[in-house]
């Protein structure tokens, strides 16, 4: 029997066409406007009216770029968005996406219009970063600014599955890794290296790494504290949610959640001192991990500071509470979403909810992102 919801979640802007949406965003500019990032490439400014059926502008569109392979694998196009913390004066902003032949993840900086704040000036675009892929899945993408002024991005193992490259564990590549890098400095040439970075002394490992061991991350999010929280998507067994250290070596594919990787099964290797998920679960509960936020909001009070994320595939949402040494306090589940009938031919019922992102709104209220094309506030329950 499923367990009546703690929550509800309340539909908004109902009329606007925003498919496959992946953050939304609150420039550090005090205007309140919300950017919603879509993955086919176009970032929309929404309207203060959420019942409104027309986005208030569209801020850049990158869909004529060819983003994704001919056969539209459903991983790639924009999948990272993050304003720089003195937008307000600089106008920077910074995304992920991938581009083609050859097939690369680019991190790159532009700037708003300085005539049009709802528009972005694309010749100001400057690459940062390019990192090869190989496959179409498995890259990760989502950005975001810490406390300390740097940008961390998540890069996932690039492997149709099975970390078949072995890459998780290889410093002399940044894939399956946690980077961090200075977009204000210059000395690796686009950006800057910060210097307590784990490898910033030049020792064989690449200097951007902040943590390895990583295979799919989807949801990087700072807390109050400054802690940095991270949803990996596991493969046959576990998802997972772990606190990321700085040289932190998160175990795939050695391990897949607390567990050794049962395909690939080998011992750890000698000195290994891997850091375990402060949260695993079971595929039993959910298959894919969408990463959230901590809840400030007032709506919910009994949610203060919780945790709350979801699952892709089954539309479920819960609130973790974990207590300082990173043991798990209450873990709660609060939504699951309505089954629909299957759609276009398909055999499998459609979820009504599939939860791609959390994200605050200007009043720290939770908004729910759904890849169906919904936008939902989470609500106290009837």
């Not at 998540?154 to 492997?159: I, N, Q």
């Not at 772990?242 to 795939?252: E, F, P, S």
């Amino acid at each position: 029997m499923v367990p009546p919801d703690q929550v509800s979640l309340t539909r908004l802007y109902s009329g606007l066409e925003t498919a496959f949406p992946i953050t939304l965003q609150l420039p550090p500019d005090g205007s309140n406007r919300r950017f919603l990032a879509l993955q086919r490439g176009q970032i929309l400014i929404l309207p203060s009216d959420e019942a409104a059926t027309a986005p208030l502008a569209t801020f850049l569109d990158l869909s004529p770029r060819g983003m994704e392979a001919d056969n539209g694998k459903f991983e790639e196009g924009l999948n990272g968005f993050a304003f720089h913390p003195d937008y307000a004066s600089n106008r920077k902003f910074y995304l992920c996406y991938t581009m083609q032949k050859p097939k690369r993840l680019v991190i790159s900086e532009m700037q708003t219009s300085a005539s049009d704040a709802n528009a972005a000036d694309e010749t100001t675009e400057r690459v940062l970063l390019e990192i090869p892929l190989v496959n179409w899945n498995h890259h990760g993408g989502n950005i975001l600014f810490g406390p300390d002024g740097f940008l961390y991005i998540g890069v996932g193992d690039m492997s149709k599955r099975d970390d078949g490259l072995r890459l998780a564990q290889n410093t002399a590549v940044l894939n399956g890794k946690i980077l961090r890098i200075d977009v204000d400095g210059r000395d690796h040439g686009a950006y800057g290296i910060p210097a307590d970075n784990p490898h910033a002394d030049g020792d064989n490992a690449r200097p951007q790494i902040w943590a390895l061991g990583i295979r799919n991350p989807w949801g990087l999010h700072f807390d109050a504290t400054g802690r940095l929280w991270c949803a990996d998507v596991g493969q046959n067994l576990m998802e997972e949610i772990n606190w990321i250290q700085r040289g932190g070596n998160y175990g795939w594919s050695y391990h897949e959640g607390r567990g050794t990787f049962v395909l690939r099964n080998e011992p750890d290797p000698e000195g290994a001192a891997f850091i375990e998920p402060i949260l695993e679960y079971d595929h039993a509960t959910g298959l894919s991990i969408t990463g959230g936020i901590t809840y400030h909001g007032k709506a919910l009070s009994n949610l203060e500071g919780a945790y709350v994320y979801g699952d892709f595939v089954v539309g479920k949402i819960w609130a973790l509470q974990a207590n300082e040494d990173g043991s798990v306090a209450s873990n709660t589940l609060l939504y699951t979403s309505p089954i629909g009938e299957p759609e276009g031919g398909k055999k499998k019922p459609k979820v009504m909810v599939k939860p791609t992102a959390f994200c605050a709104d200007e009043n720290g209220e939770i908004m729910v992102l759904d890849w169906n094309g919904g936008i939902y506030r989470i609500t106290p329950a009837p």
